[in-house]
Structures are given as structure tokens and as C-alpha cells.
């Protein structure tokens, strides 16, 4: 995720080391995949057909296993990625009422995840594994426990602050 | 010899792999959906479930047999089971069964009759949804049961791997890459995923419409050209036994239909020997490209021209039968049949679903007017002859039309796998004395997958390979590639067992019914008079009175064609270095061909000199997949102009002289 601002060029050449990396075997699609998803936030089709060719793989085989795990993605994903736990630890700590929060804020229209400006994709989590902290919400890995919807309606006005800021 | 018990029964257990093979040898016939004794063993549909003597409950075909073992397949159980797993995939699956392509020929259907299933329990969850009309084979997903049948056809034994499963659990699909559509990937249209089918979800696009409107448009003359292995599979439909010669009802059932003429394309088939045969004795006289790949396959071309472009050149130039047919008819049926050239209208009947595809290459055609209008599949004239309530039974048997309508029988073995590798060698043969009577070259023949042989002829030893399955084709070229063999004369046929076998022929499309009608083939061929192309009166009267001799300038016009490399998927460019109003747009192609070849190398030192260079908002660097300009690889388009073998050092130089051009 650190990756996020790489340029065209400075991705394209990530993919290639990638694919170097995991020698072009055909069994290490799992992980290259993964890799290429931290550097382009999602795994775009002209880049998948890249890792098929690479990889000596049907197109069809690389979309077969990008789309069976829930954690590829193949839709662009914003700059921070939001994971708010509904797990029945977190939902009964009233996880509901973050994830409200954060939609009113984002301005996401039901089944929408992600902001038109690519800046935040909003993800529902059926466990984080961090039950003793619920409810929890991570940002772009980094953990709040105990969360509250003032509080992570904060964090994300000042991240989306950093991004205006950054702009001027 | 080991044995085992099926209900109560002893069987002998002979190498088999399965319990199912043993048990369908004690005549029962465990329904299944997932298991092809030619394909991988997958275990998915559980149809074939079945229950030991401690009550254990197994998949038959993925369970191998033991000697001692006790096996029920009827247990009150298992009956239970069948049922209960048979409505399950009936509630995932659109049942609009009285106006399904498939209706009549649907192995769910059947399954589902047979099991009296009278009602399913559970509610329907699959309804019509958008259906991919390709250009031979129709894809509707509202029907897919997840057998996986046509993911392991394409894949095991076509080695195009265009269909693969996505998604996961309820959500899963058989779907191409990025769920394109099938015209929009590497599909080679040979039909043997709809022939493994079980169900209507993938199935032949149907073109008997377009031809009932031409045949009643009192303004054209319809004619019709007749595959060989049309003949041996036809009267299967109408519950005759498969390998049944069937040509004399065929011509007659196509007559009362309305067919102003009937001819047969075993008549081009002894042209296109006639012009192979010239093609590859001038190529082995003058040293050209060897070996000489056939060309009458139109998946196999298809897949050549997208899957191994620096082969296109050993291709035989020579049209398919279907293609000569159509512009030889083009060309002097109008005079003889005294119709003007636009109000010809030209039907194919084929065995073969890739034909429709091959009669839409504009190659085939001219000034945009193709040569063959439209092509029916055994499948789709059997259900014309259906429609018009002819009654196979008390149809005559009836000849072909003459001129186009006489062949011998090596035009009539093009049908079958090594066929035209065979028809070509009894022309060589021929051609070494000028006398030798036809000989049959048994070593082309047989259903094995690859058949080698070498042959004498003269002081000449010819080298010869026949493959069916375009896997075994991969793997041919693969060790020609790598120097462990090598060959004059291969022939490649996409479907098992070649055009018996095509993907259009009539269901079940299985290994037995193909070697019957292979051995149909043979019988017509054993029975024939003439048996050599040279032979066919009306071959050699074509030839004195219009096109020359073989190889002449009319003969190349007319019965010959040109490949062309072509992309396997179509999709986006990948950014590289995007700027957007740049007045250079470079691409580099890293399609397989490119990217073997070194396009990456290529690729960074493009990216590198742009950015070391005073003017790289001046230039848009992408990668593209495949620019179709394979054979000179690696590829690179500035602007509109092409470069190819481009090296890291040639782009670096590319990219400095253009910017001193830009200051």
C-alpha cells in the first residue's frame, strides 16, 4: 500500500521484477498476483493479461483464480482502504452505526465502495481477529480499536485534508 | 484375474481406471455428466454415486477398483441421492426445455426423464439472462450446470484454454478471461465444447433461418455443397447407426428442400490435392518452407495464425475444399446456371462449426462479396430436414449434381483423420511413375493422436506426421521447434478423429461414434472405382477449360489464400509512460510472440532514453498486446509506422533522432 503514488512507469517495471522474482512459474500466480495488487491497489485486466503472457497461463486461468479469492480485487480500489469489522463481536459493539458514519461522509451510495476520486474504498470485514478491540476499523492496515463513528469520521476529514493540502 | 462384485454379480476387473468403467461393463449405465473417458476424471456432478457393502457412498468414476470390493448402485439410498442431486442442478439451471437448441438431444433432459424426476423442490434460481451469440457457437450461461466438460475439452485437448471457471461458490461461472465474449478471445470455433455439452449452454449457432429466407427468394439460385463427413454421420439424427452412408437421402432430402443444385465438396477436395500436391513438390524442388502444414482445418489456421504466426509461412496456401467450392461457384456456376453472380446463393453443409467462421474471412470473397453466404452444420440440416416434414425412411437415394458433384474417394477420406495426408501421398505416388495404381497408406491411419510414417517414393524419402487434437498439434510443433524431429508433410486436424468428429456433427459426438464413421468414410472410399484424385474426369476438365494447370495464375486467384498473424484478446493497452497531446505515440508489443522474443528489453530502453531526453512530454510510451505483425518480432508502432526486430539499442537510437526532430 506504502506503493500507492508510484508512477505508470515506475508499476510497470515493479510488475516485470515481480514476475522475475517468482522465476515466471506458473505455481507462484497466488503470490505474484498479490504482489501486483499492492502496487496497483487492484489488478487491472490489461495487466493481468501482462502476468498471463509472462507467466506462459491462459487469460482465462489468471481471471479464474483473480476472481476466487475475496481479497483480489479487480475494480480500482481508492487510496486509503477503509476495513470496518462487522464480525458478531464488533456488530454487537454497534459496528453498524461506524459504517453508517463512514458512507454518510464518503457520500457512497448503496453498493458503491469506492469514492469517485479514487481517494477511499470502504470495505465490510466478517472478522479482523482483533475481537478484543471491537469494534474495530483499519485504514490501509493501520488499526483503531474501540472505534467510534465521531472518531474515524475524523481521521478520514484529515486524511482527505492531507490530500487537499497536498494538492495546493 | 481379479474380480469384483456389482450388485451381487461377479465382474473381472481388466486395467480399468475407474469403478464406473467396470460397472458400465456390467451394463449399467451409471448416468454421468462430468466424465469423458478422454478427458481428465473431475469428479464434480456426483451422478455416478455409489455404495459399498459397509455403506460407504463413492463418486464411481474417480474411485479406482479393487478386487473383493462389493458395490450396490440401487440402494434405496443412492436412489434418494441421484434424485436429490439431479433436482439440485435442475434448480440452478433455466429449464425453458420446449424452446432450447438442445431440446431432444440434452443429456439433463434425458438424465432427468430417466431418473422420473416429476417435480424440483426447490426454487429456481437461474432464469434467462444475456446470451453470447458468437460466430459458430452460442454461450448461455442461464443453462451451465459447472460440469467443467468444455473447460477441460478446450484446455486438455484443444490447448486453447479459452473457458475457464470464475468466481467462487454460488456466484461461479464458466466465462472466457474478463467474461469478453467468446468472438473476442483465442476461441478457435471448433465446436467441441458444444459437443461435450451436456446441457443447451453451449450449443451451434444456428444459420437455418438465413437459408429457409434464400431458398424461398424466387430471385436466387440456392446451391449446396456436401462435406464427406456429412454423409457417415447424417442419418445418425434419425436414429440410423453411426457410420451409416447416408449420401443418396441426403441429396434427395436436400433436393425436396429446394436446393436448386446439390454438389459435393469431395470434388474440391480432389482440386485441393491436385494444388497441394504441386504446392509441396515445388517446395521440396525448390527447398521452400518444410514441412508443409495442410490447411483444410479452419480451427487449426485460426489457431496458427494466433498461436504459432512464425508458421504461417508453412502453411499450404491452398484454399479448405469449402473455400475452393465457393469460388469456383462464384466464378462459373452464374454462366452455367444462367443467374447473375449477386443472385448465387452458396450453402455449405459441414461437419464443422469453424467453417462458419472460415466463411466469413473476407480472404474467401470478393469486393467484400464473400464466396460461401451461408454454412449448416449435419447438426442444422437435420433439423431443416425436420422442419420440412420429410420422412427419412422413404426418402430415394439420389446423386449429386454434375459438374461439381463427382469425386473419388480420396476426396471422400479428407473427412476423416489422416485422410488428406493420405489422398496427397497416392497423388505423389502416382506422380513418381505415372502409373501406379491408388495404394492405401495404413500408417496415416487410426485414431491414435499422432501417426508418423515414412514413405518412398522414388529415390525420395517422405516424412510424414498426422495429428488430431490441436494439444497434439502444440506438442508436434513444439519438438519440431526443439529439433526432435522433423517432417515433410504434417497434417493437423483440430477435432478428435478430424472432421467425424467435428463439433457439428449430430450428438452423441463420442470416440465410438467417431470411429464408426471413420470407418464409413473408408468403406466409401474402398468402394469407389476411382480412388486417386487424378483420376476425376471432371478435376481435369476444370482445368482445361478454365484455370490452366495447378499453380496457374487463375488457379493461384481462385483456389489459394494468404494468413495473417492475429491477436488472441482483445483489451487495453497497458500505460507505460502516459502524456497525454504528445505528439509521439510509441507502443510496444509484448503479445507472447513479442514478449518471448525480448519486447520487455525493448520496452525499458524505450522508457529509459524517454526520460533522459530533454522533450519525453513529447512522447507516450504504452505496451500493447499483439499488433499483429508477429512474425518480425519484437514489434513497435510510432505513430502509424510500424519497425520490427527492434533491439534496446535500435529504440534508444528511435527515440534520440526523434527528438532532435521534435527541437
Redesign the interface.
Known sequence: MANAEL???RR??SV?EILERHQHRPERLVAVLQEVQEVYRYL???????V???MGL???????VA??YENFSLEPKGKFVIRCCDGTACHVHSSEAILTAIRERLGLAEGQTTTPDLMFTLETVACLGACALAPVVTINGEVYGEATPDEIVAIIDQLAGGKEHGEN | MATMIVNGREIEINGEKNILEVIRKAGIDLPTFCYHSELSVYGACRMCMVEDDKGRLYAACVQPPAAGMKIYTNTERLLHHRRMILELILSNHNRDCTTCEKNGSCRLQELALRLGIRDVRFTQKKTAGSVDVGPALVHDQSKCILCGDCVRMC?EIQG?????????GSQMTV????GKKMSE?ACVNCGQCAAVCPTGALTVKSDVDRVWTALHDKSKKVVVQVAPAVRVAFSEAFDQEPGTIGTGQLVAALRRIGFDRVYDTCFTADLTVQEEYHEFAERLRTDGHLPLFTSCCPAWVKFAEQFYPEYLDNISTCRSPQGMFGAIAKAYLPKELDVAREDLYVVSIMPCTAKKFEAQRHELGQNGVLDVDAVLTTQEIAQMVREANLNFDKLPAEAFDLPFGMATGAGMIFGVTGGVAEAVLRTAARAVDGKTPPVEFKAVRGLESLKEAAIKLGDQEIKVAVVHGLSQAKALIEAIKKGECSYHLVEVMACPGGCVGGGGQPLPNNAEHRELRAQGLYNIDQQRELRCSDDNPMIERLYRQYLGQPGSEKAEELLHTTYASRR??S????????AKDAKTKIRVC???SC?LKGA?DV??SF?ESI?ECACSEEFD?G?T?CLEHCNGGPNVQINDEYFGEMTPSKARELVQKLAVERD
Open positions: 508512477s505508470c512507469g510497470f517495471l516485470n487491472p485486466e490489461e495487466v493481468l493479461q501482462y498471463a503472457t509472462g491462459s487469460p482465462a486461468k489468471v481471471f479464474g476472481t476466487f | 484446455d486453447v484454454g479459452v473457458l475457464g471457471f470464475a468466481y467462487r466465462v472466457p478471461a474478463f478471445v488472441r484478446i483489451g487495453e493497452e497497458v500505460a507505460v509512460e502516459p509484448v503479445g507472447t514478449y520487455y520496452l525499458k522508457q526520460k510510451l505496451a498486446f
